[in-house]
């Protein structure tokens, strides 16, 4: 990523099947294995998960669900396994609840990067800049690929530390219209200008990944929970925002 943007940036209720209906997601992780640093994807994938750092499943709860994924320091992150899954050509959504135990933000442009996969030359990074101590924050969906950088970025909204909040990357494949949502309102919507290019490493999940490699400096340190669902989960302005997966 340039400098000149580094330098600007920053329903399913309670269950994942929704009363009982099948769960739709291809990925699913909410640190719900005990105190273990061993992660377990919920979705119906059931996919290898692989830990680093420090990262432990933690009884803290995020919204709602008596567990978190806790990563407590930089460096610490889970990996999945690279999957045709991860794209962003058609219908998908892209979500984290998320919590963040500070008593304030460290000052200007602190990243803190939800999920992230690359290749040389390709990207696509789902993370959250808090831009000043105030609290206000922008949500970015980054989708590099040969046709160039897209980045879909939210209006400024305040997200305060210790503090459940739900953020959503939403493309739809009808007209191919992205959004991104946080706490069930939509702010910012724009057109995808071109399929991406297939990423090859591994989904980073509370890490940055740049040419197929960890990105230090941009990790995710706090509790959150993540899915990916290949449908459109959340449309219009507003929806009633979860509390779990």
Request: glycine share 10%; with cysteine; charged share 10%.
């Amino acid at each position: 990523m340039s400098a000149g943007i580094l330098g600007v940036l920053a329903s399913f209720g309670a269950g994942a099947g929704g009363g009982g209906s099948p769960d739709p997601s291809v990925l699913r992780v909410i640190g719900d294995n005990g105190t273990s640093t061993t992660f377990i994807d919920r979705s119906p994938s059931t996919r290898t998960l692989t830990t680093f750092g420090s990262a432990i499943n933690s009884t803290t709860v995020v919204g709602s669900g008596a567990h978190s994924i806790s990563l407590p320091s930089s460096g610490s992150y889970i990996t999945a396994p690279d999957s045709t899954d991860w794209n962003t050509d058609g219908v998908v959504t892209w979500e984290a609840l998320f919590y963040i135990d500070v008593a304030s933000y460290p000052g200007a442009n602190t990243f803190y990067t939800l999920m992230s996969q690359s290749s040389a030359g390709s990207a696509r990074h789902f993370f959250v800049v808090i831009t000043d101590s105030t609290s206000l924050a922008t949500a970015y969906f980054l989708d590099q690929n040969a046709a160039g950088t897209q980045i879909l970025n939210s209006t400024s909204s305040t997200i305060a530390p210790r503090t459940a909040t739900h953020v959503a990357a939403v493309l739809n494949g009808a007209g191919n219209s992205f959004n991104i949502f946080i706490n069930g309102v939509r702010s910012s919507s724009a057109v995808q200008l071109a399929s991406p290019t297939d990423c090859t490493s591994p989904l980073y999940i509370g890490a940055y990944t740049e040419n197929g490699s960890h990105f230090a400096g941009r990790d995710f340190v706090g509790n959150l929970k993540v899915r990916i669902t290949p449908s459109a989960l959340y449309s219009g302005v507003t929806y009633t925002a979860p509390t779990d997966f």
